[in-house]
């Protein structure tokens, strides 16, 4: 209850407790909900006519058993899964990377947008939450196209550069995991994506906080999810 709502008796102002049910209903209900829009109501409306009913099974069924673990705050939510999807059509991409795996939607929803013959390089530091996930991805008739390897993102991002093969090799990357080695992983990711590739930055709106007076707006900011920092690689 807010200070607001509290009358001088200690008891709950009814005015104020109605406010509070409609504002409780209007809340979304949503795991990952990491929606910047100014209504909760507006962000479960879009997700129960545009997101959900076009959720695969697959990935609806994961939504839910990651909702019911500890960490589920993590998880990508529906919508961005859905832009990733769409995203990962558009370039018509087929080897792709992903960085920040927890129990996979990102995942899930990016094999699902790939080619039958379509390759993940999957990137965690912990192996057991994407195991949650496998399932799911066999269920989808996708985990095949899945290469999940543990450990710093930094270190696996060195290894595969130490092939000449896969520099300039992936199509697109989705990188989601610990924010302060954003850069570190920028500058390593940028050499092995190919020209025109295409790398997703996740959270880089970071609920809202990173939109300070000083701050300047990254230019290919996409406001969905947590906020999403595209970059295309040029040269
Ligand atoms: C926000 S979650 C990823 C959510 C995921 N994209 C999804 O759709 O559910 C961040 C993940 O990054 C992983 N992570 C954190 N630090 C890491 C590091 N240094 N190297 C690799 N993975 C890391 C965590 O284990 C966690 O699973």
């Known amino acids: 209850m807010s200070a607001a709502t509290e009358v001088t008796n200690g008891q709950q102002d009814p005015k104020s407790r109605q406010e509070e049910e409609v504002g409780k209903k209007g809340r979304h209900s949503a ?11 507006l962000f479960q409306y879009i997700l129960e006519t545009s ?4 959720e695969p099974a697959p990935l609806q069924e994961l939504r839910e058993m990651t909702a019911n673990h500890p960490w589920n705050l993590m998880t990508t939510s529906a919508d961005e899964g859905q832009f990733l ?11 792709t990377l992903e960085l920040g795996v927890y129990t996979g939607y990102s995942l899930l929803s990016t094999a699902l947008a790939l080619p039958e013959d379509g390759k993940i390089i999957a990137m965690d530091i912990h192996r057991q939450n994407y195991e949650l996930g496998v399932p799911f991805m066999k269920k989808a008739g996708v985990h095949h196209k899945i290469d999940f390897r543990e450990g710093q993102g930094l ?3 060195e290894e595969l550069m130490q092939d000449e093969k896969n520099l300039g ?9 610990d924010k302060d080695n954003y ?24 609920n809202g906080s990173v939109a300070t007076p000083d701050d300047t707006p990254y230019p290919n900011m996409v406001p969905v999810g947590d906020g999403i920092t595209l970059c295309r690689r040029i040269q």
């Open 31 to 41: 795991v990952g909900h990491k929606s910047l829009l100014q209504s909760d109501a």
């Open 183 to 206: 850069l570190n992983y920028h500058e390593r990711i940028i050499k092995l994506v190919k020209v025109g590739g295409l790398i997703g930055y996740d959270n880089t709106l970071w």
């Open 169 to 177: 090799f992936f199509d697109f990357a989705f990188v989601d995991a």
């Open 155 to 157: 270190t696996l991002l």
């Open 51 to 54: 997101v959900y009913p076009r």
């Open 85 to 95: 999807m769409l995203l990962v059509k558009l370039i018509n991409a087929k080897n």
